[in-house]
């Protein structure tokens, strides 16, 4: 397959990363990594509610690194955006649009045509009886809001670029995790939401968005100790330490602020348990072998040893990733900051 250079976005609340790079022979290669802040009440939930905002600072920040690049990806996440594992009649390959269109209006509480339908085929089912004989399709459903949809290409329009790709940022991350053969759950602590996605032999089989995230440890320190929000973050990140053996914890007001955070993590991280229990439940065998981190939230010090007892399931930092090679200028320790719109850049 061909292939050249885009331009990945990935469009959060707080902050919009920004990734060049190629996929070939089965690997990332990224050039440059740009990331800034998201201005302020001009994204919510996804939604572009002040595309002109957006647009300056884009467009600012490309003319500042001198990118050329036309093609663009852009990755999101909202609650708006629809996944659910479906069980469908297997059908022909020119069929198939149609029958899981069919299965969709039946089964979710839509209007179809307010929506952009895309799946993922995760099994075949035989039928094994005379009862069942039809063989079935196990998928995944994404339904896209056609209004989101319009959002991200008028904004590409701005910017004088080829809009190529609309990417989810579960779909996104879990292209890079494609030829693990374990269950694993990908984390993402973001600003605003948590974003849990289980993958098992390298497919999707299950998504959940947790609305507490980071945001939620910056506000308690900032109400605790009477600060604003940005005092609150700049405080959380120079000295919260959640290790046990870190003999800095034992001054008191260090040992307070700990206290603080955890009271409220331990919140997250129970959810966190809640939603990988649910997944547990849903069929006899179902287990998660390994967690895997990442994301603003997930760079608390010690915070994967501090999940990892809670869960009793190993808890990883994702740190790098052995089918991403890093342009040289790059800093690997920022990696876990950009996988989503890394992840967007693989088609297959």
Do not use: H, W
Request: charged residues 30%.
């Amino acid at each position: 397959m061909f292939s050249k250079k885009v331009l990945s976005i990935d469009m959060g609340s707080k902050n919009t990363k920004i990734v060049i790079g190629e996929y070939k022979k089965n690997k990332l290669y990224i050039d440059n990594t740009i990331m800034i802040p998201t201005p302020s009440n001009s994204l919510e939930d996804g939604n572009i509610i002040n595309k002109d905002k957006i647009v300056e600072a884009l467009d600012n920040i490309l003319g500042m690194n001198e990118i050329n690049i036309k093609d663009v990806y852009f990755t999101t996440n909202s609650k708006e955006i629809i996944n659910r594992e479906m069980i469908v009649p297997k059908a022909e390959e020119d069929e198939l649009d149609t029958v899981v269109e069919f299965e969709v209006q039946q089964y979710l509480p839509i209007i179809l045509d307010n929506y952009v339908i895309q799946y993922q085929v995760l099994e075949e089912i035989k039928g094994e009886s005379e009862e069942a004989s039809i063989d079935k399709l196990r998928i995944m459903v994404v339904a896209y809001p056609k209004s989101m949809v319009e959002q991200y290409l008028s904004l590409a329009d701005e910017l004088e670029l080829n809009p190529k790709v609309l990417d989810v940022n579960f779909n996104a991350i879990s292209k890079l995790f494609k030829n693990n053969i374990e269950t694993i759950a990908l984390v993402d602590i973001g600003a605003e939401s948590i974003n849990i996605n289980i993958v098992s032999n390298g497919k999707i089989e299950f998504t959940r968005i947790i609305q507490k995230a980071g945001d939620l440890l910056d506000k308690t320190i900032a109400f605790r100790y009477d600060l604003d929000i940005e005092e609150g973050e700049k405080r959380k990140k120079q000295y919260v330490d959640l290790r046990e053996d870190n003999e800095d914890n034992k001054e008191q007001v260090l040992e307070e602020l700990n206290t603080v955070v955890k009271e409220k993590l331990n919140e997250i991280i129970e959810d966190v348990g809640k939603v990988v229990q649910f997944y547990k439940n849903k069929n006899v065998g179902n287990k998660i072998d390994k967690i895997y981190i990442y994301g603003g939230g997930s760079r608390l010090k010690g915070i994967e040893e501090y999940s990892e007892a809670i869960l009793n399931i190993p808890v990883v930092k994702i740190n790098s990733m052995t089918n991403v090679v890093l342009g040289k200028n790059f800093n690997e320790e920022d990696l876990d900051y950009y996988l989503n719109s890394i992840g967007a850049i693989i088609r297959f």
